[in-house]
């Protein structure tokens, strides 16, 4: 079964400074997708940013990029410039692909709590 | 506002009853997932709906139940209740983007069984 890594409870980085959340993942799978999604104390889930395992190039959203390594079945989220608003648990995600689309699930990581200092 | 409604925000119930939690997806989505969150957990998986049919099952107790309805809104049945079920229940529903099921979120159902 797939499972998803965030070996990093919590973390915590300075107003301006950049931030890496790691996020490993098992699968025997060779297409699928992932995912991070961000949910702020509001508890609403926000979609961060994807990437789908096929590209090589690394997704890229504003302040938020990844590095994807696939072979290591490594997927960390990067955050630049960080803002007080990005105080938030961020939630890593895998999705597999299927041609047929039948089941297809997201299996979510256990999240990183991750606290912005001013 | 994702577009997803969940109702109701808020319930408190006692331990043995019955709830019926109610999600209405996204226009045009024909997928609906719901996910438990318990206090600072990731998110479990419960199952997921995909135009009318049962299309994955997760972690699911045999107390809890779902359906999804022809106008697509999805009903999420928890039946005797214990301690252990308050949680925040999501439903997401979702979209293809460039071949990825893309979750949008509502903004959950926070229930407290006492």
């Known amino acids: 079964a797939q499972t998803v890594t965030q070996s990093q409870p919590e973390m915590s980085v300075q107003e301006a400074e950049t931030v890496t959340l790691s996020c490993t993942y098992d699968t025997s799978e060779s297409d699928y997708y992932l995912f991070w999604y961000k949910q702020p104390p509001s508890r609403q889930m926000i979609l961060v940013i994807r990437q789908e395992a096929y590209k090589q190039q690394n997704a890229t959203e504003n302040r938020f990029s990844v590095n994807f390594q696939k072979a290591a079945k490594s997927f960390s989220l990067k955050i630049s410039d960080s803002q007080l608003g990005d105080a938030a648990m961020y939630f890593c995600a895998y999705r597999e692909s299927t041609l047929m689309n039948r089941d297809d699930k997201i299996i979510f990581g256990k999240g990183t709590r991750l606290h912005i200092l001013p | 506002d994702s577009g997803v409604t969940q109702t109701p925000k808020h319930l408190i119930t006692a331990t043995g009853q019955r709830v019926t939690l109610r999600c209405s997806p996204r226009s045009g989505d024909l997928s609906v997932y719901w996910y438990q969150q318990s206090l600072d957990q990731g998110l479990q998986f419960l199952i997921q709906y995909y135009n009318g049919e049962e299309r994955a099952k997760g972690n699911i107790l045999e107390r809890f139940s779902a359906q999804q309805f022809p106008d697509l809104h999805s009903e999420l049945n928890l039946s005797s209740l214990e301690l252990g079920d308050s949680a925040l229940y999501f439903c997401?529903?979702?979209?293809?983007?460039?071949?990825?099921?893309?979750?949008?979120f509502g903004a959950g159902s926070r229930l407290t069984v006492l």
């Open positions: 997401a529903s979702s979209v293809r983007i460039s071949g990825a099921n893309v979750l949008t």
